[in-house]
């Protein structure tokens, strides 16, 4: 990986080495850890059909995504399943109804730096189809789509194409 850090921010020097995949270091004894990050990724369902958006900005504009997002600092999954639900959708949920199904890698590339991800995947199950008045800045567009009729290639991540190659089986 080479994410164009440079300067250690404890001496000033241009000396920081990419090591082991994982850490940044100097010879003065800085040390800076690049640790994964945990992410969660929501499918929605009703019947036959999953709830996508799509997206609006990089990385992967365009594609096909489930909703969710990054997990803040001090919060569970969960608690940001609810927050990420009705940030992106102005969903408000049932944490009881959610129910975890599995986790995988992922990589999250964005302006030329490359994060290490922890997806978590979450299943919610609504009683009935809903409209979402959206936040542009994140989606352009959200739709149902058949679980018979979804293109994973159309999918931005490798983590969701995997996790609903296996989910839809």
Same mark, same amino acid.
């Given at each position: ?11 000033? +020097?241009? &000396?920081?080495?990419?090591? /082991? %995949? ?6 003065? *004894?800085?040390?800076? !850890? ?45 608690? +940001?399943? &609810?927050?990420?639900?009705? /940030? %992106? ?6 944490? *009881?109804?959610?129910? !975890? ?52 290639? /159309? ?11 296996? !989910?839809?089986?």
């Amino acid at each position: 990986m080479n994410s164009g850090l440079k300067y250690c921010p404890s001496c000033g +020097t241009e &000396c920081l080495k990419w090591e /082991e %995949e994982k850490k940044w270091s100097c010879g003065c *004894g800085f040390v800076l !850890y690049h640790n994964v990050a945990s992410a969660i990724a929501v499918v929605i369902r009703h019947g036959n059909e999953l709830f996508f958006t799509r997206r609006n900005r990089e990385p992967q504009v365009g594609k096909l995504d489930l909703p969710g997002g990054f997990v803040d600092p001090h919060e569970s999954a969960e608690d +940001t399943c &609810c927050r990420e639900l009705y /940030e %992106e959708l102005g969903l408000l949920i049932d944490v *009881g109804r959610l129910k !975890y199904l599995s986790s995988l890698p992922n990589i999250y590339k964005y302006k030329e730096i490359s994060y290490n991800t922890l997806d978590l995947f979450y299943e919610y199950e609504v009683d009935e189809k809903f409209d979402v008045e959206l936040e542009l800045s994140e989606i352009s567009e959200t739709f149902w789509i058949d679980r018979t009729k979804i293109d994973l290639e /159309e999918l931005a991540f490798e983590s969701q194409r995997k996790f609903l190659w296996n !989910y839809l089986r």
